[in-house]
């Protein structure tokens, strides 16, 4: 295998997986339970639950959709079980449908449809494991490194995030899209506030240059109709302990882990990241657990998070790999570093050691290696909505 390949699943659709999930989706929160239980029974099987799709508007009841069939069509997911509690507005029989549109095994079970909890458990386990095994058999074969695509996310960042780890990110992803022909994707676009018109000027054209702009414009309004100052009560508490001051001071550190190369789309929360070479903006909160749950619906095979104090957020069905420059934090939380790159900040090695680093453990990752968020059963489900409970 060459150092262009790494060794993948392959889905129908054309896409590639790093992992080979069965996930079972539930559509709404009464049938959460349910999900969880038939996950704690099925080896390797992934719970995707959530408080939503039902008594929601529209664009929330499609972003949910939207959402729950990224996971479940995910490149990393091999087969997904979809369970409803009884007539939902998140269609189970449509998303099963829909899953199995792509080639992948699917089966949609309704606890009203199967007469109770009990029998719809039995349904669901009796599906799951039938898919669990099925993805056991399945070979990794060698794949071209170009069907990668790379998440960015931050959390609990503090004055090192841009001075050290940013950097490592930056220079890993740009390493996958210049030198490897795959694609990146980062977001968070509240916390772009004060940085937006630098981060603008790097679009590939005037049209993409408008949308950046007006999307931050369209957060500064949202948050500011609901008597929310997003100026004063950012940064948060923990970047204020790791010595950030301003919103702006947090957000021209933030663009530093995208790096400085062209954006060539902003894309909408939880749709597909576009498969053409380059870097993508996705339009997300800053909630890291909404932004990270909407980068894995867009199908990223893995997500790099660049953190300054430690944090637990990841993702079950996207693998999680931690990097941070703060030798403070990987003392104090070493289960929620994977990457220590402080000796670029502190010590006597280079920024290009820092990528090299960082690089050398994405490798390992898309080939197998299980991250410390995968080992420790850590992970964070959290759809963004737009509007209020009907």
């Known amino acids: 295998m060459s150092e262009n390949q790494f060794l993948g699943y392959e889905r129908d659709d054309g896409s590639v997986g790093i992992r080979n999930h069965t996930v079972i989706v539930s559509t709404a929160p009464y049938a959460n339970d349910t999900v969880k239980r038939a996950a704690d029974i099925v080896e390797d099987a992934i719970p995707i639950t959530h408080p939503l799709g039902r008594c929601q508007t529209k664009p929330d009841v499609f972003q949910t959709y939207r959402t729950l069939l990224g996971y479940a069509t995910h490149p990393n997911t091999y087969g997904a079980v979809v369970v ?11 998303l099963a449908e829909d899953i ?6 699917s089966d949609s079970v309704n606890i ?11 349904r669901t386990v009796n599906a799951a494991q039938e898919m669990a095994q099925d993805a056991s058999a399945q070979k990794r074969v060698p794949s071209d490194m170009s069907n990668l695509t790379f998440g960015i996310n931050c959390a609990t960042s503090d004055t090192t995030s841009g001075l050290c780890q940013h950097k490592a990110t930056a220079g890993a992803v740009w390493r996958l899209i210049d030198d490897y022909g795959g694609r990146g994707c980062f977001a ?12 603008s000027e790097r679009a590939v054209n005037d049209e993409v240059k408008q949308e950046i702009l007006e999307r931050v414009e369209h957060w500064d309004e949202r948050l500011q109709a609901t008597g929310y100052d997003v100026r004063g009560a950012q940064p948060t508490p923990d970047n204020m302990d790791g010595g950030l001051t301003t919103i702006e001071e947090k957000s021209l550190g933030a663009l530093v882990k995208s790096g400085d190369g062209p954006i060539q789309d902003i894309i909408d929360y939880g749709a597909k990241i576009p498969s053409d070479s380059g870097m993508y903006i996705m339009d997300t909160p800053g909630h890291g657990a909404e932004s990270v749950t909407g980068i894995g619906a867009g199908g990223a095979h893995f997500m790099v998070i660049s953190t300054g104090q430690g944090h637990t957020l990841s993702n079950a069905v996207m693998p999680t790999i931690k990097v941070t420059g703060n030798p403070g934090s990987a003392e104090r939380v070493p289960e929620e570093t994977d990457v220590d790159v402080s000796e670029a900040l502190v010590g006597d ?5 820092a990528t090299d680093q960082l690089w050398d453990e994405i490798v390992d990752v898309v080939n197998g290696k299980v991250t410390l968020s995968e080992a420790l059963g850590e992970s964070q489900f959290a759809i963004h909505r737009i509007g209020p409970s009907t």
């Open 84 to 94: 409803a509690h009884a007539g939902e507005i998140v269609d189970g029989d449509e």
């Open 100 to 105: 199995a549109e792509t080639g992948r095994p």
């Open 112 to 122: 009203h449809r199967e007469k109770g909890v009990m029998n719809a458990l039995k």
């Open 188 to 199: 968070e676009t509240p916390e772009f506030f004060g940085g937006e018109n630098e981060l």
């Open 349 to 353: 090695e280079s920024f290009d050691w």
